[in-house]
């Protein structure tokens, strides 16, 4: 009956989309089921600069969960540089993240959970 149960939560399962709105103070609207294990953004060099893909040590800002985590429709929209509830900033270590600069082309990754896929990776670039 348990794994019932379980089964039929994952029916309402939706997928996991991301689109951005603005450009210097972008704003991610979340839609989906999927709940947020980090989100991180890079700067134009990333491409030129990362050892290995989605190298997190290359990141301009990164968030993380502070202890579990949250559905990605529930934190949603998230805007550049402003935390939000329940997340933490790993990277920069001290301080808001440097500005973007129009004209300039960024990326972001989103790594999200889904209920029967597990963990999923969003790559996209704007700019």
Same mark, same amino acid.
């Given at each position: 009956m348990l794994v019932l149960i379980a089964l039929c939560g994952?029916?309402?399962e939706r997928r996991t989309t991301v689109n951005i709105v603005g450009q210097n103070?972008? @704003?991610f609207h979340f839609r989906g089921s999927g709940t947020l294990a980090y989100f991180a953004v890079y700067s134009p060099s990333y491409?030129?600069? %990362?050892?290995?893909p989605?190298?997190?040590?290359? %990141?301009?800002? +990164? /968030? /993380?969960p502070k202890?579990?985590?949250?559905p990605v429709e529930e934190i949603s929209p998230i805007r550049? %540089? /402003?935390?939000?509830?329940?997340? %933490?900033? @790993?990277?920069?270590?001290?301080?808001?993240? @440097?500005? +973007?600069m129009e004209g300039k082309q960024?990326?972001?990754? /989103?790594?999200?959970? @889904?209920?029967?896929r597990g963990f999923r990776l969003l790559?996209?670039?704007w700019g």
């Open positions: 994952c029916q309402r103070g972008p @704003e491409p030129a600069q %990362a050892r290995e989605n190298d997190l040590s290359q %990141a301009i800002w +990164l /968030v /993380v202890q579990e985590s949250k550049y %540089a /402003v935390l939000p509830d329940g997340y %933490a900033q @790993e990277k920069p270590g001290f301080g808001p993240p @440097e500005p +973007l960024y990326y972001f990754h /989103v790594r999200y959970q @889904e209920c029967s790559c996209h670039t």
